[in-house]
């Protein structure tokens, strides 16, 4: 036991033992002598896959908010046609509604209520080129009627009348009503771009060129036919209207309307023969 007490008590006088510090001088860390270091693995997938489905994944992700963003603005843009529509809408019906008790009013008095001069006219050209004249030539050139069942809008002043006095024997024409308008543009309208027919297939593209007048999709297209600031650059912007041949056929061509046959004015039984070519 005496042995085992001298051994023990210089041990527990011996200073503790200092640990080395795990850094060098310079910060960096120690590198442990007893680790065996793993050789670095080669990924599973190639670096190029891993590129190209990053860069698949960015597309997407900017894809996805191109789309939000055109479907946001596409969902304003149909608000504000359908504010301008309803506007027009409410235009032409306080305009019926007035029309309407001015008629009563006549009636109730018992005088007769005289309408307006009609200020536009649709034209037809229901002949072709034999025993034409030169300045009838030049006058349905000036109209863009170049083929039979060609028709256009025209605004009536004193100048238009003239000219269609001149090519009468060549052309019928009429006063046509909203309807008519609007089924002749949806059935039958087509736009003149860079010098090409082109189909409304879009309000898109009747914003494009239109927007600037103010209308941006058909109905009020259709509206602004009727003659104002907008109607020539409404109207130069259609492509004159290729139309049928009448349901039953022409009467006669080389006879006045009132006469029983087909050219010359028929004031508002021009809806009647729309509707038959349409």
Known sequence: MADSAQKAAPAAARPPKRREPKTLPDGTRKPNPYKVE???????????????RRDRRAHKKKSLALKLKAKADKRKLRQKYFTRAEAYI??????????????????AQGTVLVPAEARLAFVIRVRGVNQIHPKVRKVLKLLRLLQINNGVFV????ATLSMLRIA?????????????????????GHA?????RVPLYSNTLIEKYLGKYGISV???WSMNLHPGKNFQKVNNFMWNFKLNNPKGGW????????????????EGKINALLAKMI
């Open 38 to 52: 793993k050789k670095r693995r080669l990924p599973a997938v190639p670096e190029v896959v891993l590129n190209r």
């Open 90 to 107: 409410k235009k032409y019906r306080t305009m019926e509604k007035e029309q309407l008790r001015l008629k009563r009013e006549a009636k």
């Open 155 to 158: 605004q009536l002043n004193k």
């Open 168 to 188: 009468e024997p060549f052309i019928t024409w009429g006063y046509p009503n909203l309807k008519t308008i609007k089924q002749m543009i949806y059935k039958r």
């Open 192 to 196: 003149k771009i860079d010098g090409r």
């Open 218 to 220: 058909l109905k009020t």
């Open 251 to 266: 009467r006669m061509k080389t006879k006045h309307y009132v006469e029983g046959g087909d050219f010359g004015n028929r």
